[in-house]
Nanobody, 123 residues
Framework: QVQLVESGGGLVQAGGSLSLSCAASGRTFSSYAVGWFRQAPGKERDFVAAISWSGGSTTYADSVKARFTISRDNAKNTVYLQLNSLKPEDTAVYYC????????????????WGQGTQVTVSS
């Protein structure tokens, strides 16, 4: 069982940056791949980025590639998402999720979810 808590969201102007954190409970967090997803009002939840158990492999949605960076510190049971060059279309609730099988882009692979953190980008 893994419990996830996101933090770091907020209001930022276009072009600005935010750093999101996903803190996990559980001794075996290093065995879990983690993904970040986001959901804008009235839209489906979409994949943003994912990272493997060790942090050695990552994957990104095309819309955020070169602007967002996912990383993890297993000693701190935390996964990070650095958001740079933010755009108004990045406005959404950002969720982290974990699973033991794959750093997948597929939402249905993930078993554990956090409650989300709001990111709002003003133009």
């Amino acid at each position: 069982q893994v419990q996830l808590v996101e933090s770091g969201g907020g209001l930022v102007q276009a072009g600005g940056s935010l750093s999101l954190s996903c803190a996990a409970s559980g001794r075996t967090f290093s065995s879990y791949a983690v993904g970040w997803f986001r959901q804008a009002p009235g839209k489906e939840r979409d994949f943003v980025a994912a990272i493997s158990w060790s942090g050695g492999s990552t994957t990104y949605a095309d819309s955020v590639k070169a602007r967002f960076t996912i990383s993890r510190d297993n000693a701190k049971n935390t996964v990070y998402l650095q958001l740079n060059s933010l755009k108004p279309e990045d406005t959404a609730v950002y969720y982290c999720a974990a699973n033991r099988y794959s750093w997948s882009t597929r939402i249905d692979v993930y078993d554990y979810w956090g409650q989300g953190t709001q990111v709002t980008v003003s133009s």
